[in-house]
């Protein structure tokens, strides 16, 4: 059974923004809403300034705390290690929403029930990669397999030090960061 | 640092704000039926011989709380996203989800509490009740009168502490993840019951009976208060900075300032009330004047609870770890 991961090489991100709009497109996301973000920070004074470039999206974590607290199991974790919803099981509560310390999820405001990126699920089916990952003109973003020891992943985690966000949450992620 | 987001979503950006004045009436109202449940078990439990007046309270408590957590089920429905999808909530069990044992836990208490209350209706006033098969229920019911109290004693505790639960559980929001939460909000829910049971009952003797109660329960609903800040400022980074919106006072938080100050003075106030109510033992009919003493302190310790749930529900939302 795969176990789906993804590294982000913050090296070789530029902040083109196309991973935010091919995940729009790929995965008709309602106006105003996103499933992949891209932060820009930028610290010190001109003109000794730092710049850190890091796309963030839902993490499909190991210990989600949005399947924990979900009253109707709509959100549920996968064999292959991805988080996704059942729209059906849905109630609209918000929970998992409160739940994500990455503030990964919205509301469908016509439907009203939660969603988040999903690693393009439809896609990886058909052995595509995930549209942000295909996109991407830094080739920043890595998906693959972490159970495969040949994968591009398992061989950037191996040969890099890569850190996760907000780690002292316990949620154990499933998306990893290189910064140098 | 300069920081510029690109693919924000305004439901958690620049904080979270997914729960609103539905949920905290909810909370509030939650928690008062889950107060009276067990304040109205308590006066059951503590009559061995009791006169059938004193037993007024013992059913139009129960009876009460069914119908505040109808109305508070009611707000929280409101509040879903997709209403009509409710059922999917009583089509399983969620071990891990403190949001799904309340969902059985109300289903389970409000026809319990209406059974609670129809045992406990004693001969005298089985006039109260309209139809004739209430009528036969109650006297079915009424020999089991003290088991159904203790059933109401426990999911009455069950109700008033879960919410607080399931609030702590969420580890994204500091001022929300304590474990000191659940306490306070059970306190609250029992001290709340308690100033209600005092404006219900007629009787001196119970009236005076919760107050004594409640005057304990606001005692220790001020140390919880005082020990959750103390807990968030003794702790992490990202807790010592979810209670800085209740203690800065500026633009953007004046409003969680002016609830912590609120609720200093109610709650000492009420305390205080109470304690001269309390004074002298009085086997008279309160004067008037007694009687509106009593009520305005049972109405300040309901509006402290109502305002710590909705200072607590808006300001865990301005709360992250990142």
Known sequence: MPKYAMVIDQRRCVACMACVVSCKQENDVPAEHFRTRVVENVAGEFPKLSMELRSELCNHCDNPPCV??????????????????????????????????????????????????????????????????ATCIGKSRIFGDLSNPESTVSKLLREHEASVLISEAGTRPRVFYIKG | METTITGTNALTYPHLHVWGWEVVIYLFLGGLAAGLLVMSAIANFSMRKPEEKDQAFCFKGPFFACLILVIGVFFIWLDLGRKFNFFWLYLSFEPLSPMSWGSWALAITIPISGLYGLSAVPDTYKGWLKFDILKKVSAKLNPFVRKLAVMNFGLGIFIGIYTGVLLSAFVARPLWNSSILPVLFLNSALSTGAALAIIMAKRTSVKLYFTKIDIWLIFSEIVIILLFFY????????????????????????????????????????????????KDDIVHDLTKKQISRMKVSAAMVLAGGFIIRLAIVYAGQLSGLS
Do not use: W
Not at chain 1, 99 to 119: L, S, W
């Open chain 2, 231 to 278: 807990g968030h400022y003794a702790s992490a980074a990202a807790q010592r900075k979810s209670i800085i919106p209740f203690f800065s006072f500026n633009g953007d938080h004046i409003l969680y300032g002016t609830a912590i100050l609120m609720v200093a003075i109610l709650l000492p106030l009420a305390l205080v009330i109470e304690m001269f109510d309390v």
């Open chain 1, 68 to 133: 924990d607290n979900c009253p109707t199991g709509a959100s549920y974790k996968k064999e292959d290690g991805t988080v996704q919803i059942d729209r059906d099981k849905c109630v609209g509560c918000k929970a998992c929403v409160a739940a994500c310390p990455y503030d990964a999820r919205y509301m469908d405001p016509e439907k009203g029930f939660a969603d988040k990126c999903t690693f393009c699920e439809h896609r990886i089916k058909e052995g595509k990669q995930p549209a942000c990952v």
